[in-house]
């Protein structure tokens, strides 16, 4: 069964970094697109970020202060999250797209398996 399971949100001042893990569970990281998406308050659920075998996507909104990563033998997923605004506030999902391509990386739909999420606040 699989399982993806996040970690690392909390409560951050503008101006600061976070770091979110995403450990996968019932398959390996290595073949399939990964994405960060996130949803606020009275919104709709975005696309943050993916990566596969070609490399990363990034939304215009968290480019340059964003990094999405993967490590293949700790089959875990990242999102090192710097410069942070209040505007980043949300709850953080990773997904995962059973394919070795993003192909629209930005669409939920696209995504096989998600995982519970992660508060992160920031503060002005």
């Known amino acids: 069964q699989v399982q993806l399971v996040e970690s690392g949100g909390g409560s951050v001042q503008a101006g600061g970094s976070l770091r979110l893990s995403c450990a996968a569970s019932?398959?390996?990281?290595?073949?399939?697109?990964m994405g960060w998406f996130r949803q606020a308050p009275g919104k709709e659920r975005e696309g943050v970020a993916a990566i596969d075998r070609l490399g990363p996507g990034y939304a215009d909104s968290v480019k340059g202060r964003f990094t999405i990563s993967k490590d293949n033998a700790k089959n875990t997923l990242y999102l090192q999250m710097n410069s942070l605004k209040p505007e980043d506030t949300a709850v953080y999902y990773c997904?995962?797209?059973?394919?070795?391509?993003?192909?629209?990386?930005?669409?939920?739909?696209?995504?096989?398996?998600w995982g519970q999420g992660t508060q992160v606040t920031v503060s002005s």
């Open positions: 019932g398959y390996t990281y290595s073949g399939y697109c």
């Open positions: 997904a995962a797209h059973v394919s070795p391509y993003c192909i629209a990386w930005a669409i939920q739909t696209n995504y096989n398996y």
